[in-house]
């Protein structure tokens, strides 16, 4: 079984920064996609970032310049640093990770963590 453990979201003024944390444990193929979607309130999810394991990098348009993404691969963790945040960043953050084993597309989520973005 893998799981991901995320932490750092909460409560910042606009132009403020987070650093969300999301470690993984469990049998996890070393070749994989870690990312960070988000859904807003009253909205579907979407992707954030992703970061796979051979550099390789993906961000929405909105975040570009803004966010972040990085990862240590010794501690199977990947890192979502936020800067000068804006109030439609707001919503709940969701760690995940995906890979193919066996053939097998296999994804997991971890449980979310808040965001909140006042102005």
């Known amino acids: 079984q893998v799981q991901l453990a995320e932490s750092g979201g909460g409560l910042v003024q606009a132009g403020g920064s987070l650093r969300l944390s999301c470690a993984a444990s469990?049998?996890?193929?070393?070749?994989?996609?870690m990312g960070w979607y988000r859904q807003p309130p009253g909205k579907q999810r979407e992707l954030v970032a992703s970061l796979n394991s051979n550099g390789d990098t993906r961000y929405a348009d909105s975040v570009k310049g803004r966010f972040t993404i990085s990862r240590d691969n010794a501690k199977d963790t990947v890192y979502l640093q936020m800067n000068s945040l804006k109030p439609e960043d707001t919503g709940i953050y969701y760690c995940n990770l995906h890979y193919v084993l066996l053939f097998r597309p296999r994804e997991y989520w971890g449980q979310g963590t808040q965001v909140t973005v006042s102005s």
């Open positions: 469990g049998s996890i193929v070393s070749i994989n996609t």
